[in-house]
């Protein structure tokens, strides 16, 4: 059985039937063994959610969820998650699954960006910020409850105004569908990262919004909302020690995303914003 450990009660486990009770909401963050996704574990934990602690690396996950329950008093797991392997996803699909455990918020944060610079990382790039959120969301949708939130942690530099004008029609075009989407990114993959106006990491989250209105639609019929929040730019390891934002200010920016009512937007600091 997957159990959640609660250090506020002395050597009690809590079953997951009493995440099932309504007693707590049950929040699965990737990447969160640092930088962002760390934080917006933090803020969920202290807000009283069951949170999953995502992380490709099982010890570092495992740390942080230390850290996490240390800080917090909250209840946090650590769970295995490499958002760019399938077997990981099913695993922890299965996983889940077998400790009956739900997700009332998925909130997709795992990214890389070095990577896109260089041209053998075009690839690893869209694999990780693109397919992975949505390799992770259609590996664990069901598992994901009607009315629950999935929020895809987006950037600045995916803005469509960064794209040539043939791309920026493509990506914005209402008609566009989840195939045709992930067609074209396999594409640009195959033509090594060029032709589109500006780089992988670029087109990965510009693509990232356009899938995050398209599964809005896709899932609307179960209630779960679907929106993109960027953070801005913020001093972690990826902003780097020169970014004018706190961590905690732009975590606080992705966790809208997660208790909002608004479906298929684009958001920073709570307001829709126009990538
Ligand atoms: P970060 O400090 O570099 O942390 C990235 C996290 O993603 C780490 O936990 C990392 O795990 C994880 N990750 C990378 N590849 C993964 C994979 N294949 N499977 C699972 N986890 C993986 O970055 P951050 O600044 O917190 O960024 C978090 C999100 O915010 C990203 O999506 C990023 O694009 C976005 N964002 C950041 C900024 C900014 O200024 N920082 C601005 C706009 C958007 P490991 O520790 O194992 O590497």
Not at 123 to 138: K, Q
Request: glycine share 14%; net charge positive.
């Amino acid at each position: 059985m997957y159990t959640f450990d609660s250090p506020k009660v002395y050597k009690c486990r809590v079953k997951i039937e009493a995440v099932d009770s309504g007693v707590a909401k049950t929040a699965l963050i990737t990447g969160a063994n640092r930088g962002i996704g760390q934080q917006v574990a933090r803020v969920l934990a202290g807000d009283g959610w069951d949170v999953l602690v995502g992380s490709r690396d099982r010890q570092n996950g495992e740390a942080a969820a230390r850290r996490l329950r240390k800080d917090t008093g909250g209840r946090l797991k650590a769970v295995e998650l490499d958002v760019t392997s399938d077997a990981s996803v099913a695993a922890v699909a299965t996983k889940l699954r077998d400790g009956a455990i739900r997700i009332d918020a998925l909130v997709n944060n795992a990214g890389i960006y070095g990577d896109a610079r260089v041209r053998d990382g075009v690839a690893r790039t869209i694999e990780t910020n693109l397919f992975g959120p949505l390799r992770v969301t259609l590996g664990l949708l069901p598992l994901v409850r009607d009315g629950a939130t999935i929020t895809n942690v987006t950037s600045g530099l995916g803005a469509l105004a960064n794209l040539d004008e043939a791309h920026r029609r493509l990506l914005s075009d209402p008609a566009l569908t989840r195939d045709a989407l992930v067609a074209h990114m396999h594409d640009f993959v195959r033509g090594g990262g060029e032709g589109w106006g500006t780089d992988a990491y670029g087109v990965s989250k510009a693509a990232l919004n356009a899938l995050t209105r398209i599964l809005a639609g896709e899932l609307a019929p179960r209630h779960i909302r679907v929106n993109a929040t960027c953070p801005g730019w913020v001093r972690t390891d990826m902003g780097g020690r020169g970014a004018p934002l706190s961590v905690e200010r732009g975590a606080a920016s992705v966790v809208f995303g997660v208790t909002t009512t608004e479906t298929g937007g684009v958001f920073r600091h709570g307001a829709r914003i126009g990538l």
